[in-house]
T-cell receptor
Framework: GENVEQHPSTLSVQEGDSAVIKCTYSDSASNYFPWYKQELGKGPQLIIDIRSNVGEKKDQRIAVTLNKTAKHFSLHITETQPEDSAVYFCAASPSLKAAGNKLTFGGGTRVLVKP | DTGVSQNPRHKITKRGQNVTFRCDPISEHNRLYWYRQTLGQGPEFLTYFQNEAQLEKSRLLSDRFSAERPKGSFSTLEIQRTEQGDSAMYLC?????????????FGPGTRLTVT
């Protein structure tokens, strides 16, 4: 089955700096890669996603890049703010047409933005 | 649309007792997923439904676990003869199979503590 590795496990940045989280996956059938933000006591919230036919996607201060050949994808947060402090999870999934689109998650990155 | 809801939010039970959790997905979503999240880890897939049919179960779902979605709307997850290792956050997510949306929307979770 799919295996997703996520690094680093913790990340401390100064407010205004950028944060980068990297993930690798093992199953070449995976073609959907969402990123979730989870705050204490809450369920994961989707913040951005990318499909395999796209190499990069951006939404305001958040961007995701995908390298299918190398089987890795990354989350970039620019101009970090204290409210970006949370745990971030990457995930991978095959298409809806196969395997029910179940998500395999990485281990998470705890991001702390220091004011 | 109020999003995915889960009840109860917290459950404390003694080892050996049975517990049942409920998930109400987003109304038009026909796929419903259960995940388990232990402290400091990413969510792990347990099972999923398409309408009322349970289409896949993870090896994590032992015989003590059973899930139902009788009318294709809400779902229940029951754990019989709970063990301390069952302590975790149980997350429910839903998505629509129609169209090209891959997004899974998560509920707030039910935190189970087995004493």
């Amino acid at each position: 089955g799919e295996n997703v590795e996520q690094h680093p496990s913790t990340l401390s940045v100064q407010e205004g700096d950028s944060a980068v989280i990297k993930c690798t996956y093992s199953d070449s059938a995976s073609n959907y890669f969402p990123w979730y933000k989870q705050e204490l006591g809450k369920g994961p919230q989707l913040i951005i996603d990318i499909r395999s036919n796209v190499g990069e996607k951006k939404d305001q201060r958040i961007a995701v890049t995908l390298n299918k050949t190398a089987k890795h994808f990354s989350l970039h947060i620019t101009e970090t703010q204290p409210e970006d402090s949370a745990v971030y999870f990457c995930a991978a999934s095959p298409s809806l047409k196969a395997a029910g689109n179940k998500l395999t998650f990485g281990g998470g990155t705890r991001v702390l933005v220091k004011p | 649309d109020t999003g995915v809801s889960q009840n109860p939010r917290h459950k404390i039970t003694k080892r050996g007792q049975n517990v049942t959790f409920r998930c109400d997905p987003i109304s038009e979503h026909n796929r419903l997923y259960w995940y388990r999240q232990t402290l400091g880890q990413g969510p792990e897939f347990l099972t999923y439904f398409q309408n009322e049919a349970q289409l896949e179960k993870s090896r994590l779902l032992s015989d003590r676990f059973s899930a139902e979605r009788p009318k294709g709307s809400f779902s229940t997850l029951e754990i019989q003869r709970t063990e301390q290792g069952d302590s975790a956050m149980y997350l429910c997510a839903s998505t629509s199979q129609t169209g090209m949306s891959y997004e899974q929307y998560f509920g707030p979770g039910t935190r189970l503590t087995v004493t």
